[in-house]
């Protein structure tokens, strides 16, 4: 992905419907070739944020730029952006050629290049020779690569995409996941995605914004997003999360400790907490990052390499399991406290039956595992 | 209804005389439309319902304007009730006595007018010959009507708009 130019630039936008305040006061800079994801519950204001973008709507507040050019007033026919609808939106009275070639046709390119660039278009998308069908003639799969092909065909600057993957089902989901991530690679526009969906995001994007309520949360690499999540709305809703709120006792430059009531041990990290302040703060332990050892009655609890003894671990037993096939999840009771949950991946053909329901546990993390939350 | 015209008519009298056709058949066009036109919306409306706004924002978004939009997405949706609405707003219109003949004057009169003042003497050869017509045109179109609606290839244009 080259330079850290923006191609686009919101500015302090602010989008309200009556009363209610559906995108506030974002300010977000998306540069050049990026794969760039809003990612939200639904309702958040993403789906907002991208039609004020391709001009649907029109911010309350605030500006929106497109190459350093504001483009408040510039209706949706004559913007640099081009959309893949949800719905897909393709015109059922049209070939698929007729579809593809509707944009050149409204812009008066010439019939030659029309037809050459719908060819190369057709191409792109893997619909080679099925140009003279009717849309009612595909699957919803080739209906949706009508849709990409009709949009990059008019070789936008910025291509938009509106929950591109929710209506096709699993299998097909997989692979337009692939081929989207290929196809952006091959004509290096900039995509804005929208959707609900972490997998999607995480998987796609090289960069995500996450929104809730209207309002940016953070903007970071999907890896960021997941390891060193901002706020317990990003942690809890990328991914799942057990969460444990507590109050920092100790927090050193090399190490940092945090009790909690829901826990019977402390919490031990390996690093000082920057930012912190007195107070409530959260631990957010992902369930693929706990482990399970085997526990017996009245033994002493394992040694950790990185974590001073009694930290680091609790006694638990397994109350629920549940085997997903490539990996098994866990409700583990805390004795005398919380469920958590965790994750174990199936190694071996025989490692769910590791555990059994009402086994007592140890449950383990590294020092290095937990994210502290502070808001 | 078709008082209600005529005495509107009578108000708004004297009409401007150099219309292309003779008075009495715009007042007999105004007329027609109003009563027709209900009908004709409450079936363009229930097709309209089922359009896709992100049809039309599509549109937009390859660079049409909003007439083009119309002319190019709309109306094709749109067209088979437009179709319907007008054969229904022609039947409507052909069957119609009461309200024309209030609104027709001397020098106009529309076909069942027309037929009306012929047989109150006597069934006329005319009259004979003008049903026979009426009925074979019927029939035609019917039949017409009936093919086409075999026929796969003429209805396919608006079966994958359920997506």
Redesign the interface.
Same mark, same amino acid.
């Given at each position: 992905m080259n330079g850290a130019r923006p191609i686009i630039s919101f500015e302090n936008v602010t989008k309200r419907f009556g009363r209610m305040v559906a995108v506030d006061n974002v300010n977000l800079a998306i540069n050049e070739g990026e794969f760039f994801s809003l990612l939200g519950p639904s309702g958040c204001g993403k789906t907002t944020l991208l039609r004020m973008l #391709?001009? /649907?709507d029109t911010p309350t507040e605030g500006r929106i730029l497109i190459d350093g050019k504001d483009i408040s007033a510039v209706?949706? $026919?004559?913007r640099p952006?081009?959309?893949v /609808?949800?719905?897909?939106?393709?015109?059922?009275?049209m070939t698929v050629a007729d579809n593809i070639a509707?944009?050149l046709t409204? *812009?008066r390119v010439p019939a030659a290049e029309r037809a050459q660039r719908v060819e190369e278009a057709l191409e792109l998308v893997q619909l080679t020779g099925l140009g003279s069908r009717?849309? *009612?003639q595909l699957s919803?799969g080739q209906?949706q690569r009508v #849709?990409l092909a009709?949009?990059l065909v008019?070789r936008p600057r910025v291509l938009l995409l509106d929950e591109p993957l929710s #209506?096709l089902d699993a299998k097909l989901r997989d692979q337009m996941r692939t081929e989207l991530s290929a196809l952006q690679e091959k004509v290096g526009i900039t995509f804005i995605m929208v959707t609900h969906d972490q997998d999607e995001a995480l998987a796609l994007a090289t960069r995500c914004a996450v929104m809730n309520r209207g309002l940016l949360q953070q903007v970071a690499s999907p890896s960021d997003l997941y390891e060193f999540p901002s706020s317990r709305f990003v942690a809890d809703f990328i991914g799942s999360v057990n969460l444990f709120e507590g109050e920092l006792t100790t927090d050193e430059p090399d190490h940092a400790v945090i009790t909690s009531p829901e826990l019977p041990s402390p919490i031990y990290l390996d690093h000082g907490v920057t930012g912190a302040r007195h107070g409530t703060v959260w631990a957010a332990i992902r369930p693929e990052k706990i482990e399970l050892k085997k526990r017996s009655e009245g033994s002493a609890p394992p040694n950790l390499s990185d974590a001073p003894a009694g930290a680091n671990v609790v006694a638990g037993t397994i109350r629920q399991e549940a085997y997903l096939g490539s990996e098994s999840v866990f409700d583990v009771e805390i004795e005398g406290f919380r469920c958590i949950k965790v994750l174990r991946s199936n190694l071996t053909r025989w490692d769910q039956e590791d555990f059994a329901q009402g086994e007592a546990v140890w449950v383990t993390w590294h020092a290095c595992s937990p994210a502290v939350l502070l808001s | 209804m078709g008082v209600a015209m005529l005495v509107f008519f009578a108000r708004i009298l004297p009409w401007p005389q150099e219309m292309p056709w003779p008075l009495n058949l715009g007042a007999i066009i105004i007329a027609h439309v109003s009563f027709s036109f209900p009908f004709v919306a409450v079936v363009v409306r229930a097709r309209l319902a089922s359009f $896709?706004r992100?049809?039309e924002?599509?549109?937009?978004?390859?660079? #049409?304007?909003e007439w083009?939009t119309i002319s *190019?997405?709309i109306v094709?949706?749109i067209a088979p009730s437009l179709v319907a609405g007008a054969l229904l707003a022609f039947t409507l219109s052909l069957d119609d006595f009461v309200i024309t003949f209030f609104t027709a004057g001397p020098d106009t009169v529309t076909f069942p007018v027309k037929v009306y003042s012929m047989v109150r003497f006597s069934v006329t050869p005319e009259v004979n010959a003008a049903s026979t017509v009426l009925i074979l045109v019927t029939v035609i179109f019917t039949a017409v009507a009936l093919r086409l609606q075999g026929d796969p290839a003429a209805t396919?244009?608006?079966?994958?708009?359920k997506?």
């Open positions: #391709a001009g /649907f209706p949706p $026919n004559k952006v081009n959309m /609808f949800q719905s897909y939106a393709v015109f059922p009275h509707y944009g409204v *812009d009717k849309p *009612d919803g209906r #849709a009709r949009a008019k #209506a | $896709n992100e049809m924002e599509a549109a937009r978004d390859l660079g #049409a304007g083009r *190019d997405v094709p949706h396919t244009g608006h079966a994958g708009d997506a």
